[in-house]
């Protein structure tokens, strides 16, 4: 049977009943040049065929008719023995494309897994498949550090960490073909950045230029921008040194519509770390809108945008301990020296000089403070207005001085007689009258009566003539004392309640 096997048996893989067809005719053949082997030892012999037939025969590609020449055992050891030989080249092979395998494993590194991805990257455009679709940056700013504000040129200089994260349709791989490598990092001039800029920017700067992106293999990027920036930022400086400025910062996409780029806004962060010696932040805060700009071809560009709002409170301390307080004790110590004598007779010669000294003093302040401000339309700030109020309390002090010392020299110039009112409340007129005088001499002789009564008349108009001037002088002199102490009073309590009244709602 096995010499008439037909030629068409030869082995076809595209064909599996000729396959199966041929691997019985090879079972059948064997069997007749070892009719002694058992069942069991048959379908081993059957499976092995099966399975060496489907491994070489493609490339060795012998037909049926060779097998005829089986029938002695020299042919069938021979047989067996190239069979063998073949098993061996088979596994041979597959250790060495195992081998090859491993070896292509070993090498899938970071590096290379960088080249392939970057290979046949373009980084010019968006980095998606469907050009329908949005692409979603997510951005959340951190201000790391307050670095300068600027009042008078009304910016703020800010240092930010801007990390933004998107997908990337074609930085994509698969972990379990690279190793496990989940991340890799890239520098971020070869891919693509989504453009977003600060529009309010006077100068922007970076101080690391070169850094790189943090890609994952779903696609996600992520970069974090460090930036350096110069934001104009319009001041209210009324309530100055108690002021608190709110400060926006305005960032979008520069190229690309609300139709390409689509932001996701996180909460924004502001390190504990991140202190002023000046300045408190007191938030940081963000609004997402869309906004129209119309463009050159009478149509409209609709974009995202998104506003920060950065609230600065000024910490006034420094400002209370240099300019307020000193200003409250100068004015104050100014007022009480204006309306003390400087000698036991009630002199005032240094009274004008002290007063020029603390005028000229206030205006130094008041030039500090001014010096510090923007030259803005909304009015003076609250110190300023409080150094000016000083400055003309003291001017009226001083007049109020200057006036007092005038009347009290044409008091005593003229001699004039102080009113009754004034010499009831000021004179402290101890001696005996006259009139007590004579009731004790009438117990006396005739006489000497006369006698006594007529030396008490010269007396009496002695000491008018001697003593009027003099006592006029310390009627006028207590008069104004007292002028001089109800003034001091009156001013210093004015410029309390001035202090009081301008800055009650900050301080307390």
Sequence with gaps: MAHAVREDATFNPDNPRKSEYFICQMRELFLESNPNLTGDQQDRIHT???????????????????????????????FIDDINTEVYHTRKEKKAKEAVVVEQKEDRNERELAKHLLSDYYQYTRPVRNYSSVLNVTVQPQIYNLVEVNEQNEQIKILLWFPQSWKDDYLTWDPKEWNG????????????IPDGYIFNTV??????????????????????????????????VLSFPFDVQLCALQFGSWSYQAHA?????????????????EWDIVSFNATKMTTKYGDTLGGFNVYEEIFYYLELRRKPLYYIVVILLPSFLIVTVSNVGLFTPHGVHGDREEHVSLGLTTMLTMAVILDMVTGQMPRSAEGIPLLGMYVLIEFVISVIAVLV????????????????????????LFSDECKMSLEEIEEDFCSKPADLVQELRFCME???????????????????????SWADILFSIFFFVANCLVTF??????IF
Aim: with cysteine; hydrophobic share 40%; glycine share 2%.
């Design 48 to 78: 092995v065929l099966r399975s060496i037939v489907k491994a070489s025969i493609r490339e060795f590609g012998f037909s049926l008719l060779c097998l005829s020449f089986l029938k002695n055992s020299d042919d069938t050891a021979k």
């Design 261 to 277: 780029i689509s932001f996701n806004v996180l909460d924004t962060f502001v390190p504990k770390k991140s202190k002023n010696s």
């Design 401 to 424: 001085s200057v006036v007092i010392i005038f009347a009290h020299e044409r008091m005593l110039y003229l001699d004039a007689t102080p009113p009754y009112w004034v010499y009831k």
């Design 501 to 506: 009244y301008m800055f009650f709602e900050f």
């Design 203 to 236: 100068e922007e700067t970076e101080p690391l230029e070169n850094h790189n992106a943090r890609v994952r293999y779903d696609g996600r990027v992520e970069v974090d921008f460090n930036k350096l920036v110069d934001l104009t930022c319009p001041m209210s």
């Design 458 to 480: 010269e007396i009496k108009r002695y000491l008018d003539e001697q003593e009027g001037t003099e006592k006029n002088r310390i009627i006028w002199q207590r008069f104004f």
């Design 181 to 192: 490598i989940e991340r890799i990092i890239i520098p971020k001039s070869q891919i693509w």
